[in-house]
């Protein structure tokens, strides 16, 4: 089982930058892919971007590709979420997914906020 905490979310204006942290409980963070989720009021929660526990292959929804960049650091049992280009339409509640590739048990974060200011 793996406790995630998000952290590094807040107010920023259009066209800044936040970066976002998952902290991961445990000691193989690498055999876990993250993922990054967000849920604007209103609306279903939809996935942001991912990467595999190896860190090697990364993938974007669409609409955030080109100005955010996930990342990992296993030694620290940490992922990031590098958000520059910040627009209104991306505030929302953000959380750290961690699927464990062994057995595909999920496990979330409680969720931090990001507000864009226009």
């Known amino acids: 089982q793996v406790q995630l905490v998000e952290s590094g979310g807040g107010l920023v204006q259009a066209g800044g930058s936040l970066r976002l942290s998952c902290a991961a409980s445990?000691?193989?963070?690498?055999?876990?892919?993250m993922d990054w989720y967000r849920q604007a009021p209103g609306k279903e929660r939809e996935f942001v971007a991912g990467?595999?526990?190896?860190?090697?292959?990364?993938y974007y929804a669409g609409s955030v590709k080109g100005r955010f960049t996930i990342s990992r650091d296993n030694a620290k049992n940490t992922g990031y979420l590098q958000m520059n280009s910040l627009k209104p339409e991306d505030t929302a509640i953000y959380y750290c997914?961690?699927?464990?590739?062994?057995?595909?048990?999920?496990?979330w974060g409680q969720g931090t906020q990001v507000t864009v200011s226009s």
């Open positions: 445990g000691r193989t963070f690498e055999n876990y892919d």
């Open positions: 997914n961690a699927e464990y590739r062994l057995t595909g048990l999920e496990y």
């Open positions: 990467i595999r526990g190896s860190g090697g292959s990364k």
